[in-house]
């Protein structure tokens, strides 16, 4: 009996270790390439940006693909005013005349690309105003490390959002970061910006751009956030939902902006 037991164990344990060295073969299916749309209009007197790109099969390299016959207008539907961009590059950057976005005008963009006309609209948030920017040390498992903090009055009158976008020694940080007035509506804010991607120390140089967002863009790269990890474990990778319409990725974005720089001494 005892060595009827040891011949089952071994041709089970057997079969079990060539179950685990079976090659699977995984049936990746391709789909039709979807325009990538990223724009920007803030409230800086300035050339403002979109750069239009299409994505690729999952089986191809990861380099862009730059989409450079788009047709693109922008509509300011508060001031009845209509801009034009033009292609600028081989990348798919597109740039209009300068011009100022107003906080309180309602854009809309569209793009026609592949034969499908793409709409988004964004409401330009009033502009909150940046106090200061400074340094904070937070210890976590007996770990001291150093982080940016932004300081602000929200207003009670309007719900607000915030992003931000943090650079160090000229380089962006590949964070993201978001904030609303949810539970601080009316109190003066200091928020720490947590970066997995920067060790900062002494005289690293930092900018921080901060932007004032509608809802929309808000939940967008709340999304993207939650995806990459930003102050937690990552959720299930998915695309977050954009204000355009026809199934295009990416966002449009109305926004203020305003810009802080300072050395970690």
Known sequence: MRAFYIIFFAITTSVFFSACEKVIDLDLKNTKPVIVIEANVN?????????????????????????TDAVITLKDLTDNRTYNFTLTDNEGTYLSTNFRGKPGNTY????????????????????????????????FFGETN??????????IQYENQYRYLLTVNQKPSKGYFVDSDRFNNGKYVSNTLFDSDNDLKSGDEIKVESQCIDMNIYRYFFAISQISGNGGPPTAPSNPDSNFNNGALGYFNAHTTEVKMATIQ
Do not use: C, G, R, W
């Open 43 to 67: 409230d800086n007197f300035s050339q403002q940006v979109v750069k239009v790109t299409q994505t690729k099969p999952f089986t191809e390299d990861n380099t862009i693909v730059p989409v």
């Open 108 to 139: 809309e963009l569209n793009v026609s690309a592949n034969n499908q006309v793409y709409i988004a609209k964004s409401t330009m948030p009033k502009k909150v105003l940046l106090d200061s920017i400074s340094v904070a040390e937070v210890t």
């Open 146 to 155: 150093k982080y940016i903090k932004v300081h602000y009055a929200d207003p």
